[in-house]
């Protein structure tokens, strides 16, 4: 009989396919695991799948009392209670570099959409405008990316990915991120003199308790009013109600956001801005990134139930 | 006082600032040059600044006896019969190379736009689809560019740095041009052989009486239902009818077309299509090369009133 391991979050049934094929799923889809199945069902199960940013507490892991592997579904952990898991000897793993070419490419399209205002362009075109050649303020020439100086904060997989695709475009790429690593790139020693030096922002650092809202007002003001952000991270890095703000108030021009203070919400306020381009969390989602990331799930969850250590473990777990 | 110079085409007037303050402008703005001013006063003007996409034959030519340089804004000068120049002796000159990063740049925002359904990603969220969970055939995850073989049609200036930025992409990078050059690229010896090779066709060609409807039924369909045309060049070069029915029936799987072929129209059944990206002819259109364009514009006026050969010179002529 296979092994059970229950799905925590909910996936799109596409992505679990692979797993099915291998093991007794119990696909909980985001409801309370107690309420989606009977405690004798959830006695023995010892591994789950979870989607990173899923919020996944000590409570969660209590109603499987033999937990003991939690396997993310993607590069990021931030939504599992590290402590808690630890506490209990629950292994977590997750995928790591994946999806990081993906994420990096969304990152460069949503960098591009927002200097050159592709989203502006295909409605001027789409909407008749152009052909009736009615002026719009949106469509004058602006400064595009050559010669432009491009920040990236954080410097992990998806950062280098990001930097190197962006250094095709002759723009002049920076980074900060805690340490300082041997690549061709300005090193900036703190956040505040990345968004001094830039005037497009990548935000690629992993989220956290230590960065949550460091893009606040005062970072975006200092990146100044011909400044882009881009965040393909996760969305608590961004003070939202600040990004607004300044999107709304020209302190920035623009902002291409795959990731969101409150997913799947988008705040009306940032839906109707002409200024932004929008991406709902997809930066991951290729084929190509899918299959690697099911490559790293299944072989965490085949060596966790052969009882070797698992392969992509999350560090410092 | 200043020379006369002839304004042929419609510029927005921010583009004609730095010309006024050297020569006195006649500016036609798109309309007939004998309809526009009195013969008298197009008697002596010997030079003409002109879009080079605009048609300019001998019939307008012939309006102005003195003519002697047709001074084309931009790369293209498709629109100038330059036969019936040299008949006259007219010296044709451009801005060659000045907008190429520009419009490579925008060539690469509308292929990874298509390829990662980006309009579509912005509506989704700014509808409320993504916050009400409502399904989306488009929004399932799609091959992304790594591993895609990306075939750049056409190897000048911007073709070169079309090529540079998508290979940091983690593309393969092939290239059809008349000439095969000393590149780090994948050389195919024919439109056909690159398109059967590639899923992604950039038109980066020079448009001419030669390449006319090139891009026609056969080609798309020998690109692949997972195939994207992007061009930046001349909508001439595209069979846009058969493009249009290619998107429709799936025979490839998107567009991103920054030119058309009856601009400033776009065909109501290409607007109407989600899998195409659309912009109004604004590749080269930024601040950067518009300074850049109008610095050959001005070498090129300066050096004929001065008597000397134009320098930037369209080659041939």
Same mark, same amino acid.
């Given at each position: 009989?296979?092994?059970?391991?229950?799905?925590?979050?909910?996936?799109?049934?596409?992505? =679990?396919?692979?797993?099915?094929?291998?093991?007794? /799923?119990?696909?909980?889809?985001?409801?309370?695991?107690?309420?989606?199945?009977?405690?004798?069902?959830?006695?023995?199960?010892?591994?789950?799948?979870?989607?990173? #940013?899923?919020?996944?507490?000590?409570?969660?892991?209590?109603?499987?009392?033999?937990?003991?592997?939690? !396997?993310?579904?993607?590069?990021?952990?931030?939504?599992?209670?590290?402590?808690?898991?630890?506490?209990?000897?629950?292994?977590?793993?997750?995928?790591?570099?994946?999806?990081?070419?993906?994420?990096?490419?969304?990152?460069?399209?949503?960098?591009?959409?927002?200097?050159?205002?592709?989203?502006?362009?295909?409605?001027?075109?789409?909407? #008749?405008?152009?052909?009736?050649?009615?002026?719009?303020?949106?469509?004058?020439?602006?400064?595009?990316?050559?010669?432009?100086?491009?920040?990236?904060?954080?410097?992990?997989?998806?950062?280098?990915?990001?930097?190197?695709?962006?250094?095709?475009?002759?723009?002049?790429?920076?980074?900060?991120?805690?340490?300082?690593?041997?690549?061709?790139?300005?090193?900036?020693?703190?956040?505040?003199?990345?968004?001094?030096?830039?005037?497009? /922002?990548?935000?690629?650092?992993?989220?956290?308790?230590?960065?949550?809202?460091?893009?606040?007002?005062?970072?975006?003001?200092?990146?100044?009013?011909?400044?882009?952000?881009?965040?393909?991270?996760?969305?608590?890095?961004?003070?939202?109600?600040?990004?607004?703000?300044?999107?709304?108030?020209?302190?920035?021009?623009?902002?291409?956001?795959?990731?969101?203070?409150?997913?799947?919400?988008?705040?009306?306020?940032?839906?109707?801005?002409?200024?932004? !381009?929008?991406?709902?969390? =997809?930066?991951?989602?290729?084929?190509?990134?899918?299959?690697?990331?099911?490559?790293?799930? =299944?072989?965490? =969850?085949?060596?966790?139930?052969?009882?070797?250590?698992?392969?992509?473990?999350?560090?410092?777990?």
């Amino acid at each position: 009989m296979p092994d059970k391991v229950l799905v925590y979050s909910r996936f799109p049934k596409a992505q =679990l396919i692979r797993f099915g094929e291998r093991y007794e /799923l119990l696909n909980a889809a985001g409801k309370r695991v107690d309420e989606a199945f009977p405690a004798a069902e959830l006695a023995d199960v010892s591994a789950m799948i979870t989607a990173g #940013g899923t919020p996944l507490g000590a409570d969660a892991m209590d109603m499987l009392p033999k937990l003991g592997a939690i !396997v993310c579904y993607g590069t990021g952990y931030d939504g599992v209670d590290l402590a808690a898991a630890a506490k209990r000897g629950i292994a977590v793993g997750h995928s790591p570099g994946a999806n990081a070419a993906s994420v990096a490419d969304m990152a460069v399209t949503l960098m591009l959409a927002s200097v050159r205002r592709l989203q502006v362009a295909d409605n001027y075109v789409r909407s #008749g405008d152009w052909a009736g050649a009615r002026p719009s303020p949106m469509m004058r020439p602006q400064a595009g990316m050559r010669g432009r100086k491009v920040g990236v904060y954080g410097m992990g997989e998806i950062g280098r990915k990001i930097a190197s695709r962006v250094a095709a475009f002759e723009t002049e790429v920076g980074y900060f991120s805690r340490t300082r690593y041997d690549l061709p790139y300005r090193y900036l020693p703190s956040l505040e003199a990345l968004v001094d030096w830039c005037s497009v /922002l990548m935000i690629a650092v992993r989220a956290g308790a230590d960065n949550t809202h460091v893009i606040n007002a005062d970072v975006l003001r200092r990146l100044g009013s011909d400044g882009f952000v881009v965040n393909i991270s996760r969305g608590s890095v961004i003070d939202e109600t600040a990004l607004v703000a300044a999107l709304t108030d020209g302190v920035i021009a623009g902002a291409g956001l795959d990731v969101f203070a409150r997913e799947p919400h988008a705040p009306d306020a940032l839906t109707a801005l002409p200024n932004v !381009v929008l991406s709902p969390h =997809l930066g991951g989602h290729t084929l190509e990134s899918h299959v690697a990331m099911q490559d790293c799930v =299944l072989a965490n =969850l085949d060596a966790f139930f052969a009882g070797r250590p698992l392969p992509y473990k999350v560090s410092g777990t």
